[in-house]
T-cell receptor, first 119, second 110 residues
Framework: GAGVSQSPSNKVTEKGKDVELRCDPISGHTALYWYRQSLGQGLEFLIYFQGNSAPDKSGLPSDRFSAERTGGSVSTLTIQRTQQEDSAVYLC?????????????????FGPGTRLTVL | SQELEQSPQSLIVQEGKNLTINCTSSKTLYGLYWYKQKYGEGLIFLMMLQKGGEEKSHEKITAKLDEKKQQSSLHITASQPSHAGIYLCGAFTNAGKSTFGDGTTLTVKP
């Protein structure tokens, strides 16, 4: 079946511009995660959605970052007024949720990522 | 916040040799995930460990969770070039916030 898809696969933008990244999770997965991976770095957690709500937004690096999820499916990560330090691969993952949304979180299926380059 | 430290950062082994990668948490581990990442590809789920003392195996990869030591180890037996990649450990809070280690880069020489 179809896995997690992300678009665009690559995005080059100028400093100061806004960008929107899209994630299509696996059908039926209620949990959705956004991560950022900078060159040579590990994964940095950004935000987690359970359905359409995000219990914890503290991972977002700044107020220029926002994310939404509608219909319990597609999610968009928006970065306003992009800066060069925003350049990274942005990864999305989805999973089935554990009962009550608590531990354990089930296996996450990752998308291929969007490589963002801010010039 | 919970931090995960992986060791070693990188590892080069001869094909056929065994190896171990460790992941140590700064806080109590309620569970831990291991993923593998190859350059240019997405992350591949390897295992999820939920209980102290739990050990899981898949093909030649075995992972253990030691809650007392707040540590997990990933062991590969008779390494193959296909095992090469970056191994990441990750932990989650009940609120869904997750933390990943910086990864261990494994190179397997034929």
């Amino acid at each position: 079946g179809a896995g997690v898809s992300q678009s665009p696969s690559n995005k080059v933008t100028e400093k100061g511009k806004d960008v929107e990244l899209r994630c299509d999770p696996i059908s039926g997965h209620t949990a959705l995660y956004w991560y950022r991976q900078s060159l040579g770095q590990g994964l940095e957690f950004l935000i987690y959605f359970q359905g359409n709500s995000a219990p914890d937004k503290s991972g977002l690096p700044s107020d220029r970052f926002s994310a939404e999820r509608t219909g319990g499916s597609v999610s968009t990560l928006t970065i306003q007024r992009t800066q060069q330090e925003d350049s990274a691969v942005y990864l999305c993952a989805s999973s089935f949720s554990a009962a009550g949304g608590g531990w354990p979180h089930n296996e996450q299926f990752f998308g291929p990522g969007t490589r963002l380059t801010v010039l | 916040s919970q931090e995960l430290e992986q060791s070693p950062q990188s590892l080069i082994v001869q094909e056929g040799k065994n190896l171990t990668i460790n992941c140590t948490s700064s806080k109590t581990l309620y569970g831990l995930y291991w993923y593998k990442q190859k350059y240019g590809e997405g992350l591949i789920f390897l295992m999820m460990l939920q209980k102290g003392g739990e050990e899981k195996s898949h093909e030649k990869i075995t992972a253990k969770l030691d809650e007392k030591k707040q540590q997990s180890s990933l062991h590969i037996t008779a390494s193959q070039p296909s095992h090469a990649g970056i191994y990441l450990c990750g932990a989650f809070t009940n609120a869904g916030k997750s933390t990943f280690g910086d990864g261990t880069t494994l190179t397997v020489k034929p």
